[in-house]
């Protein structure tokens, strides 16, 4: 490699390197937890991504934009103050350089890019029979110097995008996709994030198994451009095949995207519940809607409430308090969580949830809900009427 390219990779890493000490530095002294997330729905506007070879032309961004759309509404009910931002919410098309741009400037805790795979028929005759979703964080192919064998032909088939956009040889340094000495810079852009990438990439196949594409090719970390600028952990899904008929029959119906919006959901609030924890940050586990008490790997379960017995019952009537907390763990009405608060206590299936500041006046419940929530910033007020709880807005 010359010598001139060789100094732009070698700045380009120490400029990186700055600019996600600087980030993880203002995390520390801002706003603590995962408060903000990136959903990428991949390609866009006049880059329609993978098409399906069965004659109904189903497009890549289609699928992903409906399924990062659905991401964001579960996690609007699961997390109300959880800032979700997506790099587009329409048929637009967005360069690579910009995503990360856009996840970096709102100073976004995790970034996600979904897509969905395909196999060229013409190097794979057998190409209806490869299926599954994979999950991909940023390095090199495990194969190391070998960069065409494994992933390589799909990471130049995403990269590629950058070739509609105009002068992209500036915008992305000299990048070009098909020379593999480009990819040289990946070896110096694998960060700290890397390892939080990997737990995320872990909780997303875990999930993701048990959706309608079940059949999982694994977690690798490669060289994808969508990613090596972000300054956050950070991840690519590729939801499945879409020359699979197997596959492209679920990511195309609304009630698959709807289950495999509900996975990814599911692994990112095991992600925030473990990264909001190591902060020492109360944490309240959002029941996700749609889920089904004999889902394995759920996070929370959702079951018909009843109230339960003994000194933390609910009270007779209606009364109105905040929720702090939804766990499979019951805990002591005295444990020190509860910051001097005495909980109710409502079971929903394999979850309890607690909620303090009970009162029958709806204004006065209010009211401590204002002071209970600078103790606990996920929390939200609830009515409790016989034994179930709906949410108070």
């Not at 070879?53 to 934009?65: A, C, M, P, S, Y």
């Amino acid at each position: 490699m010359k010598l001139k390219q060789t100094h732009i990779v070698l700045s380009l890493a120490i400029l990186l390197y700055a600019t996600c000490f600087s980030a993880s530095s203002q995390d520390k002294k801002g706003s603590l937890g995962l408060s903000v997330i990136c959903l990428d729905p991949g390609h866009g506007g006049n880059d329609p991504g993978c098409v399906s070879r069965d004659g109904t032309k189903i497009r890549e961004k289609d699928i992903v934009l409906s399924v990062g759309l659905k991401v964001k509404k579960l996690l609007g009910e699961c997390y109300p103050d959880l800032k979700v931002v997506m790099t587009r919410s329409d048929d637009t098309f967005i360069p690579l350089g910009n995503r990360a741009d856009i996840a970096n400037k709102a100073g976004a805790g995790l970034f996600i890019s979904i897509h969905v795979n395909a196999v060229d028929p013409k190097k794979n005759k057998n190409y209806k029979s490869v299926n599954g979703f994979s999950i991909h964080t940023l390095g090199q192919s495990r194969t190391g110097a070998d960069l065409y064998s494994s992933n390589m032909e799909l990471c130049k088939r995403e990269n590629s995008v950058i070739l509609m956009e105009d002068d992209y040889s500036t915008t992305y340094q000299g990048f070009d996709p098909n020379d593999p000495e480009s990819y040289i810079i990946f070896n110096l852009m694998q960060n700290a994030n890397l390892v939080q990438s990997l737990l995320f990439a872990d909780d997303l196949a875990r999930s993701l198994s048990a959706g309608p594409v079940k059949k999982s090719r694994g977690i690798s970390q490669d060289p994808f451009l969508v990613l090596w600028k972000t300054t956050m952990p950070a991840v690519l899904i590729e939801c499945g095949f879409i020359t699979s008929p197997s596959d492209l029959e679920k990511m195309k119906s609304s009630s698959g995207q709807d289950e495999i919006a509900r996975r990814i959901v599911e692994a990112i609030v095991r992600f925030k519940t473990r990264y909001d924890e190591s902060l020492n940050i109360p944490v309240t586990k959002p029941v996700i809607s749609g889920s089904n008490a004999s889902d394995e790997g759920s996070s929370v379960k959702q079951e018909p409430e009843k109230a339960v017995s003994g000194t933390d019952a609910a009270e007779e009537g209606t009364v109105y308090g905040t929720q702090v907390l939804a766990t499979g763990r019951q805990m002591e009405s005295g444990d020190s969580f509860f910051r001097g608060y005495k909980p109710m206590v409502i079971p929903a299936g394999n979850v309890f949830k607690y909620i303090i500041g009970t009162s029958a006046d709806a204004a006065k419940a209010k009211e401590e809900y204002r002071k209970i929530k600078k103790l606990f910033p996920d929390s939200f007020m609830v009515k409790v009427e016989e034994g179930k709880t709906s949410r108070v807005q």
